[in-house]
Each structure stands twice: as C-alpha cells, then as structure tokens.
C-alpha cells in the first residue's frame, strides 16, 4: 500500500464534516431510553415523536384533544440525540459497559495481526487517535451470544435487543386496530410473539433462528437483532472504491445510512487506508458492521487473486475482529466442484468475492481455503463473537441466472458450513440473491429454510427485473418486501446507482428510505405486533390535517415536508383541510370530515342497524324496496329539480 | 364558469412547450411498423432497439459479432419517431382511418351536449382549432368493441393490440432462455397463450376478461388491450388542480407519461378550462384517455355536491364521449347502504368521486343517481363505445381500512354491475384499493375474480404501508407489482407527491417508471411470452460491458446513462470493463471473463462432467477424496508457499 503525502487535513476535515451533516434530532422527535431489569447497566434508545392535539370544530368552539407521543424504533445512534455533542476523534461513548472487566475476556497487550502491528509502527496519516486494547476470549472460553444462550444465559445483549424490539405501549390500541399477520402461502409460518421478552430472544439465538451480531471489540454498539420473527432489518453498504470517495465521506455515509434506517452497515471499502477508514467507522458507528475480508486481503497481495494465502487471510480476520467487525462476509460455500455450473451463465459470477475465490480455485485447481479451513475461522469468530454471514458468490447476476444449478449448489453447502458453525456456537446468517424474478421468490425461502435450518436469511434485494438500471432500488424493494414477508431477516439495500457507479449521499438516503419501506410492508405483512401503530398515527394525522405530525411520523420528515411545500409553501397550509393534488373543493377527506358531522354520524349509524338487519340487495336485477332510501320514484327521477 | 381576459399567449405557449420538451426519439431507437393482415389499414408501431457488437478478444485481435436490434413495446405515439413533426394545434394524425366512414356510425351535425354548444358559442381563449365533427353509432347499433367480439367480429383494433402484444420476434431465443411463468400461490391461474392472435384478443373481449378502451371519437388513438392475460398496462394521472398548473403543463405531462411508458392517461382537471384542457390532451394523445365525469359535474354546479343532478351528469357524460374520451370512471358502487359501513373508518371515504356521490346520497337520503341510472349509462356507453372503469369510491385510505366491510360492499355492487355492463355489451373494467398491506392483496383479487367474473381489476397501487409519504411511488409500486402478479390488468401509478400534492414533471417520470418496473416484474412472474427477452439483452450487454447498450436498453436511458457518468464521464469509460461502484480490481464480471478464458472454459467443461458423475460432498463430515481437485495436502496447507 502506498500512502499519499502525510497531512492532518484528512483527519481534520473527516470530523468537521460530519458535525456539520447528520448529527441533529429528528423534528418533533426526543431519544428516550428505558433501562433493563435483569441487566441495570442496559440502557435501550427509543425514538418519541411528539404529536399535535386533534382539534374538533363544533359550532364556533375548537376543542383540542391532545394525542399520546408514539415511540419508534431507532437506528440513529446518539447522533440523533439533542443531548450528544458528536466528537469524530474520540468516538462514540461506551454503550456495553459488561464488556470490560468480563471474566471470560481478556485484554491483549498488543494486536495479535502482524499486519495491525506493521501499520502502527509505520504510523502515516489518518490514524484514529482513542485506541483501545483489543479484547478476545480467554483461551478455552466461548464468549458468543450462541454459546451463552445455549448454557441457558441471558446477557445484557438479548435483555437489550428484547426491549427493543417490544414497542408495543400503545398495546390496546395495537390490538383493536391492526391486522392479523399471514405468512406467504405455501411456506412455513413464522413464531412471532406476542412479547418480546429475553427469554425468547435467548431462545432464538440459542437454536440458530436469529443473531446478535456484536463483536467484543464494538462497545459502542447498541446492540440488534436479525432472526425471521424479529423485525426486518436493513443493511446498507458503503466502501470507497479505488475510482472516488474519501475517508470522510465513508464515515459520514456511515451516520447517514443509520439516520435513514439502516440497522447494520457493511464497509466494502476497497481502495487505498481500508484498516484506518474502517477504524475511524467502528469507533464512531452504534450499528453492527460487517465487512468481507477477502477485499482487504485481496489489497494485500496486490489485487493478484491467485497470490492469496490462508495465512494472509487468516491474519486479515483477526485484524478486522480485533477492530470491533462484528461479522463477516466469508465466501466459504465457493467450492471448486460448484464453478463449471456457471460456465454457461448469462452473466457469470457477480459476487466480487465470489470471483476472487473462483479465480484463486482455478488457478490453484484446489479447493477454496475458506471451506477447507472452515473450523479453524469458526474458531477465531468464537473467540471474538463475529458473525458468519454465509456469502453467496455464486448468486444469480440475471433474471435468467436465478435459481440455477450454480446458485443452489452453493446454498446447499451454505447449509452443511451453517451446521458446522453451530457446532463451534458461533452465530451464523445466510446470504441470498441477487436478481430474482417475484415468482422464483418462494423456492429460494424454501430452500434456504430447509437447508439452513431457518439460519437468518439476509438477501441482496432480489432485484425483479434486469431491465431498469438507475431505479434498482426499486426493482429490488419489490423483492425485499416479498421475501422480508416470506421470512427474510435482513434486506441488504440496493440504491439508485447499482450497476452503474458508487453511491453518493442521496443515493445512500435512497436506498435506505426504501428498504425501510420494503421492511416495514414486511413487517405488516409478518404482523410484527405494534408495527402497524405507526400507519395508524400516520394515517389519523392525515385524516384530520394535521400536516406537521404527517411529516414527522414520516420515514423521511424532510422529504416529506419540502415535497408538500414545493406547492404551498405558507405557513397556513399547514392546518389547511386540502394540499395542491387535489385542491380545497376536491378533497375527499374534508368531505369524508363534512360527512361525519354530529347529525349525519347519528343518522349512519342508525342506517347501519338498518343495513345489519336488511342487508344489500341489487336493484338492478330485482329492485329492492325494502333498501332504505331507496323507492320506485328514485329509478326514473331521483335528481332534485 | 369564470374565465380570465382572452389572449392567445396560452394556445401559443401550449404548442411551443411540447415541441421543446418530449418530441424526441429515444437513444439508438427507431420506430418501425408492421401491418395488419386481415386489415392493412392497421399499422402497430414497435420502437426498435439498435445494439452494438459483441467484441471479443483473442490473442492480439478483436472479433466483432453483431447483435439483433430489439423491438419493444412502445407506448410513446408519434412523439417519438424521429420522422415525426408535431403540430398541437393541429394534432395527431389519424390512425384508426376505418372510422369514417363506418356504416354503423354516423357524424353528428352539431354535438349532442347542451354544455359544449353553449361553450363553442361563448368562444373564448384556449379553442382547440382543428375540430372535428363528431361521431356516434347509428340508432339501434352497438359499436363497441365486445359487441363486435361477441358476433365473432374480429376489427382493426383487436388485429392491432394482437401484433402490438406479440412481440416474440426472438421465440427460438426466448424459448431457451425464458423462465416459466407462475401464477400466485392459491389463486386462479392465468391463460396466457404461447402466441397473441387476433382470434384470441377477440375471445378475451368477447367474455369481458380484457377491454380496448377506444372511443369512435379518438381515432388518433394507437389500441391498447387491457386484460389479465396480457402485458400488465400502466396508467398515470395528469390534470390540473384548482391551486396549480396550466392547460399546456398538462398536455406536455400527458406526452412525457407516454414517453416512459404509461399505457393510458386520466386527465382528472378539476379547475379551470376542463373541457378545452381535455379537447387538446386528447386530440394530442395516441394513448387512451380516461376521465371521471363526476368532477366536472361538480364543477358545473359550482363545487355544491348536493346540487348534482342525472340530467347535468348525463349532459357531461355525452359532452366527454363526443370528445373522444375513451373510458368512464363511474362511482356507481357508492350505494346509501354501504355509507354507514365508513362511519368508523379510520380515514372515511378517500375516493373524491366516492365522497361527492357519498355527499349527495345523504344530502337527499337517495339511493345514488348513477346507480339508479345505470342501465342508461350504459346506452350512452355503448353508443361511442366508451369503456367502463367501475371506480371504487370505498376503497380504503389506510392500512387499517384495507378489506373492510364497506370495500368489499362496493366490489359486490361493482361485480353486479358488471354483469348488466356486459348485458349492453359494454366493455368494463374495475377499479381497485388503493391501501393494502401484503397480506391482504390475494383476498382482495380472489374476490375480484370471483364477484367481477375477471372482469380486467385496474389498482391505484396498492400503497403497502401508511409511513412514506414522499416515497409513495415505492410504497405502492411493490404492492403493484405483486397484485400484477397475482392477476391485475392495470396499474394506476402513484408519484412521490402522493398524499402532499400535485406531481410536477419529474413526479410523473418517476411515478410512471416504478410502475413500468412493477408491471414488467408482473409479466415475468406471469411468464408473459417474450417479456424476458429485454432482461437478457440488458444483461448480456452488462456482461460484455456493452455500457451504450445498457443504457439504450434500459427503461430511462437518460438517468442510466447520467448516473454512470456522473462518476465516469469519459468516453472510454463506456468500453471500460468496470465501473465506479466496484473500480477496476474488483469488478466480479470482469472477472468472469477472465475465467471464461479459452483455457479455463474447456476445464470447466470436463469438471462439469466430473461434478455430475461424483456429485459434491461435504468436507468438513465426511472430506470426500473422490471430489475433484480435492485431496488430503488440500486440508492443511492448501495457500501457495
């Protein structure tokens, strides 16, 4: 690796930056937090959006009801708090204060990567200036969520991700109004509590459904969960590439990507600084991120995929663990008897990491070394608490690749590595496509359910079509809403620029915004209990104009509002019963509003008796004259004069 | 009605914007035609993609092979041909020439509508100058085009929307390379022939499960069918509001619709100038137009509900169908029974038609007028063979009013109506919600199919959560796309002004291509034949990094082509074997080709025949040392020195 002059603009200009752009609240929004019984020291952000009153006219008197806030989920970390002044050069506060002392971790004296150590002796520009000593497990010791859930232990983790995904307050309110899940027909249902509690979250990572990614290098972590009956999640990834884009610009696509939504971030950087850039975001994120080793370790050898070693490799693993990774991206299921399926591909191997290993294969004629050395890297997650995340590289590129022999072969040893990870205790998800057509959907859930034993599932879209270049955000949030709905965990987000260039920041909102579409249809889908409380809000504020709560129950209030304003920009269009579509005469809810008045509501439900009692018939085969209102003179003149 | 001081400046405008703005061909695009044969007046426009070489390199040298221009579907009329010189004031030429003379249709001396006489005799600004007289079916004659299907008549327009449909030029290809179609798990499937053949179109009209909307008076117009055993069409909403846009922002939006490919529009103007804003848009448009008459109803009476009456309604419903208008929404479902069912709604009535007509039924506790007066629609339908689109003015505005009571009322009224509809032999189609989440899409088409006899169900979305406004273009495009899927015909798009306010330009781009993406999703689950053949042309050019191809191919060629180089402008970026997302290193298909290699190939076609005589075995249980390449030294030290 070759450094450019060494300067302290870069570090400089990194943490400027990012005061600057994403760490400010949401309007109308306060970070609350809620404390854990079992575990004092776990302290769960929620997100409160404070809502108007709901005004009643009634003759010339206005009566204000005032309307309970509504807490949501949060991914934005303390940058979204008004209380946290952000500080890019010392990172985020310690949220996993359990981590040290702990009695089955150690603190190492010195970085056990000898690459980790030639970098700190060679010193050099963007350095983060708050290290810590790396933790890892104390020989002997099994320090993953797995391993604790399965001798029967809750930890502050699992206390933490159950109250986090348990926002169900308003629970009376939830279970009047919302509907009733269902599972996409012709797969196995999902086990969705009515509760989160710890005890069910151990459960599900003790039998492999879900995963806590959460390395004990990532203190600042809040941490979350990715299992089928859990919320959907949303990953986004950012990286430079050797073409464009900065340390800066990475770390702050970082705090963006999670101010949008984004539940874990994977950092595919894979130009020059990949160790500092990567550190600067672990000190600084409170979201799991994950990487994929083989990029760095690809760096290494000079981009030469054949000169690849398991040394080299296995060097690079526990460089990135003892930075906080909290999981990999492992390529294991690439095995050389699995490439000639592809030969006859539309459009090959489009897994960069899977093209890498293809190419060190079949230049070696040998197996993959991250299959044939698989235990020996179960054993360093073990010992770190990094997630597997079972890289597909050999999903389908095309609408015509989907679901072939190439890409089931793989998924089929996915499941036997998924086992063999089990066997060490270490948490393990399963990455899927790619580009699928909607209706081949429902086997690739199938299979992997079946093959993985229900091992999270976390897909990449699918994208539906090939056909749309520069809206593959959307091509794809049509597949992740229906695979979320058939049992997903986590969508990893495609932005606008797939296929055709690196993501700016807008592209990265979004990309973002809409995968949190896709995870919330899921979720209603799913019947997440509480999930549908916000529509509820939502929509009650739209029916009764309450235009700023409209905004600010939004996944994306800004957008929201400047979209309304492009055309009433005036302050009092914001109690206005009307906007632009449709104007003040033609909106059906101020009708809707008219309709309800006092009288009319007491004469509907007096007619709903009526109907209950005579039900509807049709007057066109057989007048009914029974039907209320309705007589013989209304069939030729039912017009007023 | 008020009109401001005359000027010509508005007319003159009008024309002058167009011009500019959308008469363009697309990118490497021709528009060819090929004509009819049992009609040789027919003449169906496909626009014709041009593509580069394949280039291949061996050795020192480059082999050049050419590829096959794709033809596509085109939805762009004229506008898009390079040989065509607009003129908006004359407007489009006439394509559908077999109208006049017709022996069953007569022209009419002076319009039927006491309104338009009125109108032509105040003069004023904003005259469309090149009127025409209009034409109506002689007494005791049924021009529609199920009529026609039903004594077996097979016309112009069913032999133009057959070729126009079938575009399997490429069957050998699309046969090998295609993925069946499935239908959704649980609901009737589909009958989509291998081939479109006039015969078929007319049996599908005949039985009422696929429309032409074709007014007698738009023969500018280029026949579309919309059926579920077709290509799922796209409609997109245009119309000025009361607060905002111009007479020529709407004919440009109606042009730029078309241009990304909506399959039919609805003018919705409600303010000023409605009947002259439709004169233009229709003599302008090669698609269908719908309107929904009620608006201008209301309009008429000065925005009071209550003041509507059957003669104004009947009057507007002639004025528009001498217009050339091509379909009717028309609320006739909006039954006084069913209005007490809303009355606990979480957001009422959101349909504006079905709040107006909810307004006048109890204003005067009557059974609703178009109801009352449906048979007589009907005549007035079939003499200009004006289409019905059943609209649903119950259908939910929220995710909790999805599938209730009042929703399913109005959709049994609609089933019925459809019934006498198809007694008059007027062709009917059924609007749809509107808010559902998911899981609640399949009842909503199982009932559809069941009550409406497949009667073609044309869905605004549906919107699959509440909590995007600002992304509703998303939000609904994924329930589009899978109620697409499951049997839809046509897709009303929603823009990402929805819910906030009226779409400008952009609003429209973007809303009209997530749709085409939501309705090509839909054709590849269906299995249309031939629509995949677009997927594996855009990504064997993404493969041999054909960069002008992919673009060329795409559905907006201007945003793929800018967002590749709002990174890499250069021209030999466009040849480059990567792009920015990735950088040259990384790039997985380069990579694939670099495997592809001669060499490498003729060895992967030996391991090929290995793997299916030995099969692939697990490692880690059981190392297999039969698998090829795989052996015991493979297990320790499998890295080069």
């Known amino acids: 690796m070759t450094n450019p002059t060494p300067t302290r603009d870069a570090a ?35 997100r409160e959006i404070t809502l108007g009153p709901t005004l009643e006219h009634v003759g010339g008197l206005t009566r204000a009801t ?20 952000p500080d890019l050069r010392r990172g985020l506060p310690v949220v996993r204060s359990w981590l040290q002392p702990h009695p089955d971790l150690e603190a190492l004296p010195e970085h056990s990567s000898a690459y980790t150590r030639a970098l700190h002796e060679d010193g050099g520009p963007l350095v983060f200036p708050a290290a810590r000593a790396p933790l890892r497990a104390r020989p002997g010791r099994n320090v993953t969520q797995m391993h604790a859930a399965r001798t029967g232990v809750v930890t502050p983790e699992m206390e933490f991700v159950a109250i986090r995904e348990n926002l169900r307050q308003q629970a009376a309110f939830t279970d009047r109004h919302a509907h009733a899940g269902a599972g996409f027909p012709g797969l196995p249902q999902a086990s969705i509590p009515r509760e989160v509690t710890p005890e069910f979250v151990r459960q599900e990572v003790a039998r492999g459904r879900a995963v806590i990614p959460a390395s ?16 959907t999640k949303v990953n986004a990834n950012i990286g430079n590439s ?18 949008w939504g984004a539940d874990t971030v ?4 894979t130009g020059r600084h990949i160790h500092r850039t990567r550190e600067w975001i672990l000190r600084n ?29 296995r060097d690079t693993l526990i460089e990135q663990a003892e930075q906080g990774v909290d999981y990999f991206t492992v390529h294991a299921g690439v095995r050389l008897a699995h490439l000639p399926l592809t030969a006859r591909r539309r459009t090959g191997i489009v897994s960069r990491g899977g093209s890498i290993l293809a190419k060190w294969c079949l230049a070696h004629h040998r197996e993959n070394f991250l299959y044939t050395h698989f235990e020996e890297i179960c054993e360093i997650m073990a010992a770190y608490d990094v997630t597997f995340s079972l890289g597909d590289g050999l999903r389908p590129g095309s ?3 989907a679901n072939d022999a190439a890409q089931f072969a793989e998924l089929d040893t996915l499941g036997e590595l998924t086992a063999v990870a089990w066997r060490h205790d270490v948490q393990t998800m399963i990455e899927g496509p790619g580009h699928v057509p909607l209706h081949l959907l429902q086997e690739n859930m199938a299979r992997q359910f079946a093959v993985c034993q229900e091992a999270p599932f976390y897909t990449l879209g699918p994208l539906t079509t090939d056909v749309a270049p520069g809206y593959d955000h959307i091509t794809s949030a049509i597949g992740a809403a229906v695979i979320g709905w058939m049992g997903t965990a986590m969508l990893c987000y495609v932005t606008p620029k797939e296929h055709l260039g690196l993501p700016d920041r807008e592209d990265v909102r979004e990309g973002v915004v809409a995968y949190r579409v896709a995870a919330h249809a899921a979720d209603l889908a799913k019947g997440v209990p509480g999930a549908q409380d916000r529509d509820n809000a939502l929509s009650r504020a739209r029916f009764e104009f309450r235009w700023e709560d409209q905004f600010n129950l939004s996944l994306d209030p800004e957008r929201a ?16 019963h009307f906007c632009s579509m449709c104007g003040p005469h033609f909106c059906s809810m101020k009708l809707s509003h008219e309709l309800r008045g006092a009288d009319v509501l007491a004469g509907l439900e007096a007619k709903a008796q009526e109907f209950r009692e005579f039900g509807s018939a049709l007057y066109l085969n057989a007048p009914d004259l029974n039907a209320p209102d309705l007589n013989a003179a209304d069939l030729s003149a039912p017009e007023r004069p």
């Open 12 to 46: 400089e200009q990194l943490a400027l930056d990012a005061l600057h752009l994403s760490a400010r609240p949401f309007p109308a929004s306060t970070k609350v937090h809620k404390a854990g019984t079992l575990h004092p020291a776990v302290r769960v952000p929620h």
């Open 285 to 313: 994120s409170a979201v799991p991120i994950g990487t994929v080793p083989i990029y760095q370790a690809l760096e290494k050898v000079g981009g030469v995929a054949e000169d690849l070693t398991w040394a080299l490799y």
């Open 242 to 259: 050797a073409v464009t884009s900065s340390v800066a610009e990475e770390v702050e696509k970082m705090v963006w990507a999670t101010r």
């Open 216 to 231: 004990i290098n990532h203190p600042e972590l809040e941490p979350m969960i990715i299992g089928r009956n859990f919320r």
């Open 561 to 576: 509002r400047s979209f309304h304003d492009a055309t009433l920009p005036a302050e009092a269009a914001k109690t206005a």
């Open 399 to 401: 609408v015509e690749d």
């Open 66 to 85: 005032p309307n309970a806030p509504l807490r949501v989920y949060d991914t934005g970390g303390p940058y979204t708090d008004a209380a946290f002044v």
């Open 266 to 269: 994977m950092d595919l950087s």
